[in-house]
Every structure is written in C-alpha cells, then in structure tokens.
C-alpha cells in the first residue's frame, strides 16, 4: 500500500534552495512535540511512496516468493549470515531486488542528497522531494521484533495465499490464526523463532512499520539506514492515521548546486556508496568535471 498520511498541515510544500535553507527548515520540523523518525529523498517529487515490489509497472508483486528464492539459490553464500528474513530481505534491497522494505535515513542531509539526483520525464527536468516521516512508538521496531519477522515472512508466500491473508485480517484473532495460509506464514517465522505462538494479532500486519535494523553493512552505516517494512495491504484504503509525513520540493533547477554544497560537507556518492566502484566513479568525476 501506499502511504496515505494524515497531513500535518494543508499548505503547499517549500520549495529548498539550498543547504543551508534545507538545514534551517528542517530543524523546525515537529509534529506534536515529536522529531521525524526517518527521511526520504526521491528524486522525482511525483513518486509514490511505496516499496518498488508493490508497484504495478514492476510487476513483481505477484512473483515475490519465486524472486526470493531464486535470488538466495543463485548466491547462497551472500546470505549464510543471514539469520531472519528481514535480514536476507535487507541484503536484496542492497542488491536492487525490489523488496516490500522501503529505504528511510535517519539523517536528513543523506536523504536531501538523494533528492539531487536528476530525473527528467518527458524531456523536462523534474523536481526532486524529502520526506520527513514522524513514526508513532507504537509503530516502531527493532530488526529483531516479532512484528517485524511476520511481516518479512509474507515475501515467502504465494500471491494467493497473502491474498487469503489480507481478506482474513478482518476476522477475530483466534479465527484469523485458524486460517491455512496463516499457518503457512506462522510456519516460517517458527524456521526463525521456534517458540514462536499461534497468536498473530492481523492488525500488526496491515500497516507499515519503521524498524531500525543492524549496522551490518557498509552502505547502511554509511548512509544511517533504516527501513519501512510493509505488510499485507498492498492498496490503499483511506489515510494512514497514526503517521505524519512532512515535505519539501527540490526543485529541478536547484539540484546541481544543491548537490555540490553537499560533496563540500563530505556527502557524496564515496561517502555513501563505499564499494570501489562508486568510490572510483566520483573521483573521475572529480576530475574531468570539475565536481
């Protein structure tokens, strides 16, 4: 599903014109006394905001469990240290398999740089956006959650069974449990957590949820990842009430000083990005166009 926030507020969203704009504008962001728990760049503002897996141009929605599978049994050892589903799910959106996780900062000049990125869309030059997403506590997890584990495990069944899922969420607990394609689910997360009970609440698994994973990676550190897991409601339904996005725009014009003033700050494509070849790209860059 895509995110459908209750608004924070009815006026259009500021347009950024530089760092230190985005910086004063962003330190004023609260909701309710609440600071954001994640950032969001996109580099087209007219994007949804929804994991790639879940949108109907890829297609991939209905292919998920195979994806999965297919990923794992070509590099198996990419994942032998992998422990949970969520882990092995974190290491594919790594990899650019798109996955029912959605790539949140905690930092927002790391989100601000991916905004910069361009993106031109019928030969325009399109604006870029961050999102400022304010997560209840009550939706936040750690990587290693009960929560969390239900919800990765979806990515291991048919597209008919998460489909009976979805439709079972609006029984009571006990019967909802009852369901075959439950047990089915309840079956994996047991692979992952044996003392695992029969007694899923649906609810946990119809709306997002902000989890802060393991430092394990490189690129994660480098870029204070976290992550939005979603679950089964894969369409949305009205707004989502406990969760308050705030925006700004990027405009198109912007980006390319916008981006600069951020490699000055030691946010760039090396910093972020620390495999070699990235690293080996923004210094060509560096040098043949004066970046």
């Not at 949804?48 to 297919?70: C, S």
């Not at 698994?205 to 490189?218: D, E, H, I, T, Y």
């Amino acid at each position: 599903m895509s995110i459908k926030p209750r608004s924070s507020t009815r006026t259009a969203p500021r347009r950024i014109e530089s760092v230190s704009d985005f910086v004063k504008h962003v330190v004023n962001w609260t909701s309710e006394g609440h600071r954001p728990a994640a950032f969001r760049g996109q580099s087209f503002h007219g994007w949804p905001t929804l994991p790639k897996i879940f949108r109907q141009d890829v297609g991939l929605y209905e292919h998920e469990k195979n994806a999965v599978r297919d990923l794992i049994s070509v590099h198996p050892q990419e994942f032998r240290d992998d422990e949970t589903m969520f882990d092995r799910l974190v290491r594919m959106q790594h990899f650019d398999l798109p996955t029912r996780l959605l790539d949140v900062t905690t930092n927002p000049l790391v989100a601000l740089y991916f905004a910069t990125a361009e993106h031109v869309d019928s030969g325009e030059p399109q604006n870029g956006k961050v999102q400022a997403f304010f997560v209840p506590q009550v939706r936040q997890r750690y990587y290693d959650s009960d929560r969390v584990s239900c919800m990765a495990n979806l990515a291991n069944l048919t597209a008919n069974e998460k489909e009976n899922i979805a439709k079972a969420c609006q029984l009571p607990k006990a019967e909802f449990n009852d369901n075959e394609a439950v047990k089915r689910l309840l079956w994996f997360v047991r692979i992952e957590k044996p003392h695992f009970e029969p007694k899923i609440d649906p609810g946990d698994l119809r709306l997002p949820v902000f989890v802060k994973p393991k430092m394990s990676n490189r690129r994660i550190i480098a870029q204070s990842g976290a992550f939005i897991v979603y679950g089964t409601r894969r369409r949305p339904s009205g707004p989502d009430k406990d969760l308050r996005i705030r925006r700004v725009l990027i405009p198109a014009g912007k980006k390319a000083e916008i981006k600069r003033q951020l490699e000055f700050l030691g946010i760039h494509a090396s910093s972020l990005f620390p495999e070699i070849d990235k690293a080996a790209d923004f210094v060509l860059r560096k040098y043949t166009n004066g970046a």
